[in-house]
């Protein structure tokens, strides 16, 4: 039987180009979220994150620039009710909606499809957290023919687990055209302190094309949050 390897959160250097990731689990005592975009383009590049509210935005840094905001600009993290939706994308708003409407993750993900930035298809990738008990779903939408054809449709479910969580991500290095996630969600081990957690992924992601790391921390019982914000732009 083979043994299921847990990473480190220093595996993140193995990869100059993850593109954008979602990490999701548990401490010993509380649920550990975070999300991260790199980029490669002055367009892509030009962003920061912050909070507002209960839910985390992108802004460009430079607001006198010209950007095209198709596709950068959204709402990673939003909270609805006991749930918390982070994705790399505008279907933030798909699952949200549906939600709000009594339908599931899976149904609002089924209308959605990868990106149209092709050659590369970019994979939307997704994730809904139960903050009551810490189970979690994970989904990317990707191409299915390296043409822009057909979209594949990947779900996971995950119970909570003690200083285990999972990472699924866009891209699996640093080509042209980039070469789409596989396989798995990667199994990850999660540190109890809030500050080994962020300050690690931070410091491995790769330094030229990191933009920016939104981590959260999160109580079970009062839903009380921790969270940190590193922006590139910004010199943090």
């Known amino acids: 039987m ?18 954008r990731g979602i990490l999701i689990g548990k401490t010993s005592r509380r649920i550990a ?17 912050y909070q507002d509210a209960d839910m985390i935005a992108i802004a460009p840094f430079d607001k006198n620039a010209e950007i095209d905001p198709t596709l950068i600009i959204y709402y990673p993290v ?3 009710g006991r749930n918390l939706i982070v994705t790399n994308g505008d279907q933030t708003d798909t699952v949200e909606e549906f939600l709000n409407e ?16 092709a050659p590369h298809f970019t994979p939307r990738i997704s994730s809904i957290l139960n903050m009551v008990d ?12 390296g043409h822009g054809t057909d979209c594949s449709r990947y779900f996971y479910e995950y119970a909570s687990r003690d200083n285990t969580g999972h990472f699924i991500h866009t891209y699996e290095g640093n080509d042209s055209p980039l070469p789409t996630f596989e396989g798995e969600p990667k199994l990850f081990r999660i540190p109890d302190s809030f500050e080994e957690f962020s300050e690690t992924i931070w410091n491995s992601l790769d330094a030229d094309n990191k933009i920016a790391l939104c981590t959260m921390m999160i109580d079970f019982d009062t839903l ?11 010199g943090d």
């Open 2 to 19: 083979n043994k299921i390897q847990i990473n480190e959160l220093s595996f993140l250097a193995s990869n100059d180009y993850w593109g």
């Open 33 to 49: 979220v975070a999300y991260f975009i790199m980029g490669r383009s002055e367009n892509s590049r030009n962003r920061v994150f």
């Open 78 to 80: 939003k909270t609805n």
């Open 102 to 117: 009594g339908k599931t993750f899976e149904e609002a993900l089924r209308t959605r499809c990868f990106e149209p930035d």
């Open 134 to 145: 810490g189970s979690y779903k994970l989904s990317i939408l990707k191409d299915s023919d």
């Open 224 to 234: 009380e949050r921790e969270v940190k914000i590193y922006n590139k732009r910004m």
